[in-house]
């Protein structure tokens, strides 16, 4: 096993310390310039989207919403890699590592908006307003290439729906621990029951339940980093000319210098917001919108909320707090316990407890999701499909028991292979296919200046191949 854990982390370091940096780093440079900046110029079009679908129904009973759809996503996107990754970059590579992580995001937004475009441009219908899309989809229904497309749906399914599901799990069960002294077993049977109850109630569950816990957590996190910022605002100023400096000029204790502080900070970005991974899109395809942008938009502004917001947060607080030090031993969960300490005294590793609960399960949740969206892909007849997926629902609930009572090291190396496998072939396809979400881009924003609410039409993009959710005139 041990064997197994050092051939697999040999092969990750090559993968995501120079592979996966220039190809994502490549290809939101590339998105970015061809679309204009759109995380820039759009960005009110972004808020204005978004807003408006809070609360919206969609056309059907079973419709998801573009809100509903973001909250899905979102809550896959902000788990306990926002505290724990964040605390470990700063570490790692010092407190520039932040300003690499919120560069990397900028670039983000950018990949986010296309690959979520295109999932809404090759979605399927479902009936009853019903979506189903992602990578697999766009590469099988328009790069007709059903062996990729399979490929992608089957680490997509292991990766988000078992694997991350466990590693969530086992970091509830240690921080509970940790707080309150529960046995992980407790823990487990009472993650297993609620996690039954969510996900085999089915998406628009899924999406309801989202819906209400992503801004409470979102919100009760923000507020105890805005608590801390308050006490410490005359040390604000110093804290960005430290992140800015460090950027730089990383101190001595930085081993690797600038190259470690880069590495360290679009790493964590990349693994915190998703863009280009592939995952987001299978939430964004499932939202009933009247034109493919609104979601890219939606998904784009998604990134901003994790990265520049939610990890923002995390580095305020373990920055202002001053608990930190650069190659220390203090690190992840325990730094982030530590920094909170430090002002809320006793009551930290109770509400550290509580925030890696809410976080870490509202991924399980969305994780979940995607793989629920890939088992779908393959397609069976109704009596057959229903056995697959609950077949595959008792696996997660399965998985969940396992992350509780395991240790996860392999685990969390394999996941962090098949991750970065997920963004080969998923930016294959979406750099190939980035000029179709372009053209709906621009007649988008063509349709805005006329002061219209846009509507898609297909043609526009001058092949309707593969396209089956949208009509064509």
Known sequence: MEILSSIVDAVNNVLWSYVLIIVLVGCGIWF????????????????????????????????????????????????????AGVAIA????????????????????????????????????????????????????????????????????????????????????????????????????????????????????????????????AGLYLLVALVIVVLHIDQVPAMFALIFHDAFSPQAAVGGGIGTAILTGVKRGLFSNEAGEGSVPNA???????????????????????????????????LLTGQYEIGGKLTGIALAQASLASIFGALAPAAVSFMILLFAFSSIVGNYYYGEINIAFFEHDEATGRKVLNLFRCGVVAMVLFGCLAELTLVWNLADLFMGLLCLTNLYAVARLAKYAKLALNDYVAERKQGLEPKFDPNILGSTDGVHAWGKE
């Open 90 to 217: 700063i570490v790692t590579g010092g407190p520039g590592a932040v300003f690499w992580m919120w560069a990397i995001a900028f670039l983000g937004c950018a990949t986010g908006f296309v690959e979520s475009t295109l999932a809404q441009i090759y979605k399927l219908p479902r009936g009853e307003g019903k979506f189903h899309g992602g990578p697999a989809y766009y590469i099988q229904n328009a790069l007709h290439q059903p062996g990729v497309a399979k490929l992608f749906a089957v680490l997509i399914s292991v990766t988000f729906g078992l694997i991350y599901v466990s590693v969530q799990a086992n970091t509830i069960a240690l921080s509970v621990q940790t707080a309150f002294e529960i046995p992980p077993i407790a823990t487990a049977v009472f993650l297993c029951v609620l996690t039954a109850l969510v996900i085999f109630g089915g998406m628009k569950r899924i999406a309801r339940f989202t819906e209400v816990l992503v801004p409470v957590m």
């Open 284 to 318: 964004a395809a499932t939202a009933d919108v009247s034109h493919p942008v609104k979601q890219g938009l939606v998904q784009s502004f998604g990134v901003y909320v994790d990265t520049w917001i939610v990890c923002s947060a995390t580095a305020f607080i373990v």
């Open 32 to 83: 970015t310039l061809s679309t204009k900046f759109v995380q820039v110029r759009l960005l009110p079009e972004m808020l204005r989207v978004l807003t408006e679908g809070i609360g919206a129904k969609g056309s059907g009973k079973e419709a998801i919403s573009s809100f509903q759809a973001f909250c899905v996503s979102t809550a896959s996107r902000v788990g306990v890699g926002n505290i």
